[in-house]
C-alpha cells in the first residue's frame, strides 16, 4: 500500500477522497482501500481539506449553531448579524472562532469581493481557512493597519496566491510626527480608503492582559498594560484601546499607529468582530456598548455572559 500521495495537499487527489467519504458514503478504511492508502493519510487529507476550505461541511439543520442565543445577541446589541459556535472542551478557542468567522464570510463573499482584515490569533486562524476560498473567488484582500511582516507570515501560511494589498508601514512608529507624514502619503492613505471601502472588514477583540496580542508583538509592554487597565482600558481594536462603554481613549500610543482609528471602523458597513473566551468578555462587551461592530462571532459560553453581563 502506497502511504503517502506526491503531494500532502494535491487538490485532485483531495477532491477524490473527500468525494468519496462524503457523498459516496464510504469509510474512511473504504476510500483508503479504493485508491490505495493508508486510512492515516486519507484522515490527514480530509483534515487538510477542512483547514484549507477546500471542503465545506454544511449542517441542514434549524438548530445549527445556537439560535436562539444568537436572536437574543442580536436584539441586546442592535448587531446586524451573529454567529455563535457550540462550546467545545479543550479545544483551542480561538482557533474554532476563526474557523468560523471563515465559515460565515465562505457564505457572504460573492466573486470580485473584497475583504479587509486586522491581525491577532483568531484572525490569523481565519485568514488560514480562507487562503482557499479567497484565490477561488478572485477576492481582493486588504490590510486593516501597518505590520507588514505580521500579514505576510498569515498570507505565507495560508498558501495564498493572490497578492494581498497592505499597508507599506509598521504598525506603531517611533514618533507622531511620523505617523502623520505616513498617513498623508497617497499610497498609505488611498490603501486605508480602499480597506474601510471593502465589502467585508474582519478584526479581532484584544483584551488588557499581559498574554494580550499587542504585548505578545511588542507594540506595548507588559508594564504598560497595569496603567492602561487604571485609566480604564476595557479592550482593544486595531491597537486602538476603549473603554468600558467602547468610546476611544486619548493615549500617546494612539498617535503613533498606522491604520484605520475607531471613528472610521464605526462608520463602516459590515465590520465582523470575531473573538471568545473568558478573557474576552469584558473587551467584547465594551466593544458592543460603543457600536464598534456590526457582527459578531464567538462561543456559546461568552455569549452567554456577554447576555448576563448586559444585565448588570
Not at 448579524?81 to 457564505?107: E, F, H, T
Not at 502619503?185 to 499587542?214: F, H, M, R
Not at 499607529?257 to 471602523?265: H, S, T, W
Amino acid at each position: 500500500m502506497e502511504e503517502l500521495a506526491p503531494n500532502e495537499t494535491d487538490e485532485a487527489l483531495l477532491a477524490r477522497v473527500a468525494w468519496l467519504y462524503y457523498n459516496d458514503g464510504l469509510t474512511q478504511s473504504e476510500v483508503g482501500h479504493q485508491l490505495n492508502l493508508s486510512r492515516i493519510k486519507v484522515s490527514r487529507l480530509l483534515d487538510a481539506g477542512r483547514a484549507s476550505g477546500l471542503i465545506e461541511v454544511r449542517i441542514n439543520s434549524r438548530q445549527q449553531g445556537c439560535l436562539e442565543i444568537e436572536t437574543r445577541l442580536q436584539e441586546r446589541f442592535r448587531l446586524k448579524d451573529c454567529r455563535v459556535i457550540p462550546d467545545s472542551a479543550g479545544s483551542d478557542v480561538d482557533a474554532r472562532i476563526g474557523q468560523a468567522a471563515a465559515n460565515y464570510l465562505m457564505q457572504k463573499l460573492a466573486p470580485g469581493d473584497s475583504l479587509a482584515v486586522g491581525w491577532g490569533a483568531t484572525v490569523s486562524n481565519a485568514i488560514r481557512v480562507l487562503g482557499h476560498v479567497v484565490q477561488e473567488r478572485r477576492i481582493e484582500l486588504f490590510s486593516l493597519t501597518g505590520g507588514v511582516q505580521t500579514y505576510v507570515q498569515g498570507m505565507r501560511e495560508a498558501h495564498w496566491d493572490r497578492t494581498p494589498n497592505i499597508i507599506p508601514a509598521p504598525l506603531v512608529v517611533s514618533t507622531p510626527e511620523l505617523a502623520a507624514a505616513l498617513l498623508r502619503e497617497p499610497a498609505i492613505s488611498s490603501l486605508l480608503n480602499q480597506a474601510i471601502a471593502a465589502d467585508y472588514k474582519l478584526v479581532g477583540i484584544g483584551g488588557i492582559s499581559e498574554q494580550a496580542t499587542v504585548v505578545a508583538q511588542g507594540y506595548i509592554t507588559a508594564g504598560e498594560i497595569e496603567p492602561l487597565r487604571r485609566s480604564g482600558a476595557r479592550g482593544d481594536v486595531l491597537c486602538r484601546f476603549y473603554d468600558r462603554t467602547g468610546q476611544d481613549m486619548e493615549l500617546p500610543l494612539h498617535e503613533r499607529v498606522i491604520g484605520v482609528d475607531l471613528v472610521q471602523l464605526r462608520d463602516c458597513e459590515q465590520v465582523i468582530g470575531a473573538a471568545g473566551g473568558p478573557n474576552k468578555v469584558t473587551p467584547i462587551l465594551a466593544a458592543l456598548r460603543g457600536q464598534i461592530l456590526d457582527i459578531l462571532v464567538t462561543d456559546e459560553s461568552t455569549a452567554l455572559s456577554l447576555l448576563d453581563a448586559a444585565e448588570d
